[in-house]
């Protein structure tokens, strides 16, 4: 069984940023990486435009491994996390239960998402996620397929009460991003109960900045002290240890 | 060295000393030998402990003049630390902290309505280890009461260092105040230095050692964990050097362990005692940011960091009838 990381990227900033991510997870292991920015299976459907997660669906026919973890471009590995693939390989499609920030405390899913919280919809923590060449794995692919084809459905009123399946005032996803049509396909497939980590061994620090616990602060690359790069990394004297989701920050070390 | 069988070591922790050690510098406006006085008599009631005074020759002078009794009947050792006027007023530390001509003055409340200045001295807490004559020591802060025997569990956990990581108020609600939970909202937790069990061992020796660091390092310090300026705060210190010598990692192992029966119960400065009666405590829990709101709470059976020093002068009496 072939393993291997594959990070998807379309434009900059954002393969500079897979890059990097590649060069950290090569210098923490001996695991393959893919960067997957063309040679879409089924074509490239992102062309003009602006959020461009028209293809991700395609990442289940695109790996070139058995067994996948996806990681966004905007994350850094910091540490060997091998020790993982023994764990996903008992699983078919694996997404973490629990985050934490850069204080190693855990978020809440309303922190992540209040909205979708409100209407019963936990958030997915999709920007890392495992999944095996299998069943369980490519309906859930097929599934994203629709609702990204179809995303204009659900982003009005009526499809989002459908969806819901409930009468009072809710407010739908306003734009196409993975962390709203992953929990989207996730309360479709009614497969809640199987693909969360419940042993959370398969983790990631996010920056989000409702998960971090504190006021005053607007970007985290500028309100925060860091140093280090991706061979280590501190926030505010804390050393990282799980793969950090730093959102898009411009973090000058690396 | 030959390695010793499971049943010698228990031998030989039964044999190794252990007490509990106090530090009390009197001043103008706090009286702190009394208090260790009582702190000692609950230790020595519940947890049938040892127990030995750091002090120094003013403050004992001091006491015994005010309080016609002799200390020695508490304590069985009496330790002088005969370099803390010294230390304190070598320290460039202290210089920036002055206000007149007395170094590190704390703003105490006594309810919401009162407050005085006095005094904070702190500067030589870390020397603990070098001045306790027990192998295995609890160290006390004067305004501790201990009222059950949980903490002689502490010398049954095989980690070096135990404090508390976790409060609450005397309303059972995590602490009010943002500083005792964290350093700084972005910065590391608040672990106490009001109780600490250590033992002689080289990590207990580099914990020590790395709390004088972070002492005379503290503007370093205050940079680069945010915490407020101005007065040393030895919990502080103890967080930092936690910190840093867990790796940066704010972990759970087993050097650092939680004190048993965490999270630690306090009564902040600002709430005050009702009444004593002959088995607990009835207090009033004043509400933060409502300073007329007050609620009555009943203790009994718990161990207390008791914060407003003023309330406990004002029950002296009636609190050392619960330790007789």
Not at chain 2, 91 to 118: A, C, L
Not at chain 2, 205 to 227: A, I, L, T
Request: glycine letters at 2%; charged letters at 25%; a neutral charge.
């Amino acid at each position: 069984m072939s393993r291997g990381y594959l990070i998807y990227a379309i434009d900059e900033p954002y393969i500079s940023m897979a890059n990097i991510l590649k060069k950290s997870i090569e210098y923490h292991t001996n695991d393959a990486v893919t960067i997957l920015s063309n040679k879409f299976p089924d074509g490239d459907a992102t062309f003009g435009k602006k959020h461009k997660i028209h293809n991700f669906w395609q990442i289940y026919w695109a790996t070139p491994y058995d067994e996948t973890i996806v990681v966004d471009a905007d994350m850094l590995f910091l540490n060997d996390y091998s020790y993982w693939w023994n764990y996903l390989s008992k699983f078919d499609l694996l997404f973490p239960d629990t985050i934490i920030n850069y204080k190693q405390e855990t978020i809440q899913h309303p922190q992540y998402d209040k909205v979708f919280i409100e209407n019963d919809i936990r958030p997915a923590y999709e920007k890392m996620f495992y999944f095996k060449k299998s069943l369980l794995a490519q309906e859930f692919f097929t599934i994203l397929e629709q609702v990204i084809k179809n995303f204009n459905k659900f982003s009005n009123i009526k499809g989002w009460k459908n969806l819901l399946n409930h009468d009072w005032i809710s407010y739908p996803p306003s734009h196409m991003a993975t962390s709203y049509i992953f929990p989207i396909c996730i309360k479709m497939l009614g497969i809640e109960d199987v693909i969360y980590d419940k042993n959370d061994i398969f983790k990631y620090i996010d920056m989000k900045l409702s998960c971090l616990n504190t006021s005053n602060i607007i970007k985290w690359d500028e309100d925060l002290n860091y140093w280090g790069d991706y061979k280590e990394f501190y926030i505010e004297n804390f050393k990282q240890y799980y793969p950090l989701h730093y959102r898009n920050a411009e973090i000058h070390t690396l | 060295m030959p390695k010793l069988k499971k049943q010698d070591q228990s031998k030989n922790l039964s044999t190794l000393s252990k007490g509990a050690i106090f530090l009390a510098f009197n001043n103008k406006e706090i009286n702190y030998v009394k208090l260790a006085c009582l702190s000692a008599s609950s230790v020595r009631k519940h947890l049938n402990l040892p127990c030995s005074l750091i002090t120094d020759a003013g403050s004992l002078r001091h006491f015994e003049k005010l309080e016609y009794i002799r200390v020695d009947k508490t304590f069985e050792n009496i330790i002088i630390d005969e370099k803390t006027d010294k230390d304190y007023k070598k320290d460039h530390f202290y210089s920036k902290y002055k206000i007149g001509n007395t170094d590190n003055i704390r703003k105490f409340y006594d309810t919401p309505y009162s407050t005085f200045n006095s005094q904070f001295k702190n500067l030589t807490k870390h020397n603990i280890y070098n001045l306790t004559p027990y192998d295995r020591t609890i160290l006390f802060d004067v305004d501790f009461l201990v009222n059950n025997a949980i903490l002689n569990l502490a010398f049954d956990v095989n980690s070096p260092i135990q404090l508390y990581r976790n409060a609450q108020t005397l309303k059972n609600t995590e602490p009010d105040h943002p500083t005792d939970k964290r350093l700084n909202d972005v910065s590391i937790p608040l672990c106490w230095s009001t109780v600490i069990y250590f033992n002689k061992s080289p990590m207990s020796k580099m914990f020590f050692d790395m709390w004088k660091h972070v002492k005379e390092n503290y503007d370093y310090y205050q940079s680069v964990y945010k915490f407020p300026q101005g007065l040393y705060r030895t919990d502080f210190a103890v967080s930092i050097s936690m910190h840093l010598l867990k790796g940066f990692n704010d972990c759970v192992d087993d050097v650092f362990a939680e004190l048993p029966a965490s999270p630690m119960k306090y009564m902040a400065y600002k709430d005050d005692i009702a009444s004593v009666d002959k088995n607990g405590i009835v207090f009033f829990a004043n509400e933060y940011g409502k300073e007329w709101n007050n609620i009555l709470t009943y203790s009994e059976g718990e161990n207390l960091h008791m914060m407003n020093k003023r309330a406990i002068d004002r029950h002296y009496n009636k609190l050392m009838e619960l330790y007789v």
